[in-house]
T-cell receptor, first 120, second 109 residues
Framework: DGGITQSPKYLFRKEGQNVTLSCEQN?????MYWYRQDPGQGLRLIYY???????QKGDIAEGYSVSREKKESFPLTVTSAQKNPTAFYLC???????????????????FGSGTQLSVL | QQPVQSPQAVILREGEDAVINCSSS?????VHWYRQKHGEAPVFLMI?????EQKGHEKISASFNEKKQQSSLYLTASQLSYSGTYFC??????????FGKGTRLHILP
């Protein structure tokens, strides 16, 4: 079955440590997203990528890094520079429809089941 | 900048109607609506593209007024299964999708 898989489900980080959250999709989707969810804050965009080897910062990119070496994979690294990393992290993917030069529309987002990151 | 959703929370009795609003300070190309139940991933409800369209999904429908940069989600004859947090996501010319803070909906039997 096609879908989007996040791992691990729970992750603990020690102070000063970098950790990487995995996100894999076999839907052949062009676009992939990382969102952070905190209680009462909704979903805040960390990074997004519309094509392999290209990605853009979202509203809260500081302290995070990503790579998009393959279409199906979009790992997120939470670096030691992120001082408040405890949150629920959601990865999503979608088909990107190009409807004229420099304009595109995302079809519906498919979300992974999320990773809860906590600090030890 | 996050779109603004209102109200923040709603409590209804089964069978009652609700409206959730979403407004943005930026010009919009599309609006997405999702529902999330506690501990689960958000689930897609519908997308509205610029053009003032209205769409429906069972007893849930939505409208999009691009001039006012607003969208509204209408839930009629609510069911217990409608409980959860509703998020609107807005996309501008860059097409990145930015979500609001959500509206918590609780349906009482």
């Amino acid at each position: 079955d096609g879908g989007i898989t996040q791992s691990p489900k729970y992750l603990f980080r020690k102070e000063g440590q970098n950790v990487t959250l995995s996100c894999e999709q076999n839907l052949n989707h062009d676009a992939m997203y990382w969102y952070r969810q905190d209680p009462g804050q909704g979903l805040r965009l960390i990074y997004y990528s519309q094509i392999v080897n290209d990605f853009q910062k979202g509203d809260i990119a500081e302290g995070y890094s990503v790579s998009r070496e393959k279409k199906e994979s979009f790992p997120l690294t939470v670096t030691s520079a992120q001082k408040n990393p405890t949150a629920f992290y959601l990865c999503a993917s979608s088909i990107l429809v190009i409807w004229e030069e420099r304009n595109a529309t995302n079809e519906k987002l498919f979300f992974g089941s999320g990773t809860q990151l906590s600090v030890l | 900048q996050q779109p603004v959703q209102s109200p923040q929370a709603v409590i209804l009795r089964e069978g009652e109607d609700a409206v959730i609003n979403c407004s943005s300070s930026k010009a919009l190309y599309s609006v997405h609506w999702y529902r999330q139940k506690h501990g689960e991933a958000p689930v897609f409800l519908m997308i509205l593209l610029k053009g003032g369209e209205q769409k429906g999904h069972e007893k849930i429908s939505a409208s999009f007024n691009e001039k006012k940069q607003q969208s509204s989600l209408y839930l009629t004859a609510s069911q217990l299964s409608y409980s959860g947090t509703y998020f609107c996501g807005t996309a501008d010319r860059d097409d990145k999708i930015i979500f609001g803070k959500g509206t918590r909906l609780h349906i009482l039997p």
